[in-house]
């Protein structure tokens, strides 16, 4: 690239987001604003009930709440962007704010692929080793394991971030996103971008391609199990208390594989459209999984309806 084209990045960055589509911008500002509301909304009350509950103060409720406030944060970081973009004429962001809101989306993405593979080890031995659950899952070793994958997450967030905003950048500075993604952003620089390729792959591979290697090999040893119950009460109590987690796992990762893996289109008159469908595979896949993970985990888990209910009793009472 042209080098006398740099720009520097301090003096900020456009967001297009629908600006092609104006027509759409008022019709997603309320559907987004309704789910991120539900969001808020449903984890926040799993979080509370998680910690004021002392029923719900194990392993794996305690990795649950973890999840919903990592949702929250990880849709905090990114959707009220999306909505002032929405309504504003000139969708702009600060260098600072582009920086920080790349590096929490990231963060919380990272730190989530960490969070499920330490889920599915808290699954595994509980039952696969029950007798050693309640030793091999104190809070000496769950905390840490929750404490260990907030600063991965953050750490190769860091990482990522600096690599990117280290880079000159050409042109308008304009970004063919919602937000500051990561992606978005490297398609502006003037530079070789190799090194931030590299060090994205490795992240890709240990943050989700360890993590899946882990839960499909558990999942291998968890259902086998499973299956050598004897009683068909003992097995179907076993196979819910997994398949909350597997349904989440499915739509995280799959949602993943299909905003990145499916093939480019060579037809230019298709890249527009595919252009849009890209922005807006990404924009939901940031809001559908947070929105059905409290469903998810709710609707299939008795303490946690159970403790939920007797929350709004109390509040009930109380007004």
């Known amino acids: 690239m042209d080098r006398s084209n740099q720009t520097s990045p301090m003096l900020g960055f456009i967001l297009l987001g629908l600006s092609a589509h104006l027509k759409l911008e008022k019709t997603f500002f309320v559907l987004i604003l309704l789910m991120y509301l539900l969001i808020l909304l449903g984890n926040g009350v799993l979080v509370l009930v998680t910690v004021s509950d002392s029923r719900l103060h194990t392993p794996m409720y305690f990795f649950l709440g973890n999840l919903s406030f990592l949702d929250i944060c990880y849709t905090t970081s990114s959707v009220p962007l999306i909505l002032d973009s929405f309504l504003t004429p000139r969708k702009t962001i600060s260098f600072s704010g582009c920086v920080m809101q790349m590096f929490l989306s990231f963060a919380m993405g990272a730190t989530e692929c960490v969070l499920l593979g330490m889920m599915v080890f808290d699954r595994y031995v509980a039952i696969c080793n029950p007798l050693r659950y309640p030793r091999v899952m104190s809070k000496a070793a769950y905390v840490p394991m929750a404490a260990g994958s907030w600063a991965a997450g953050s750490t190769t967030a860091m990482v990522q971030t600096s690599l990117a905003m280290q880079l000159p950048f050409c042109g308008d500075n304009v970004i063919n996103h919602f937000t500051c993604e990561i992606l978005a952003v490297l398609k502006l620089a003037c530079a070789d971008i190799s090194i931030n390729v590299i060090s994205m792959v490795v992240a890709n591979v240990i943050f989700l391609g360890v ?48 905003m990145y893996g499916k093939p480019k289109s060579r037809d230019p008159l298709g890249v527009d459209k ?22 998810i985990y709710s609707l299939r888990n008795k303490d946690r309806k159970t403790a939920v209910r007797n929350l709004l009793t109390q509040k009930h009472f109380t007004w």
């Open 211 to 258: 993590p899946v290697l882990l839960i499909s090999f558990s999942y291998v040893f968890i259902i086998a199990t499973i299956l050598k119950i004897p009683s068909a009460e003992g097995r179907k109590k076993a196979f819910s208390t997994c398949s909350a987690h597997l349904t989440v796992m499915v739509v995280f990762y799959g949602t993943i594989l299909f």
């Open 274 to 295: 595919q252009g849009l469908a890209d922005k807006l595979t990404s924009l939901f896949y940031g809001m559908v999984t947070p929105m059905l993970n409290p469903i």
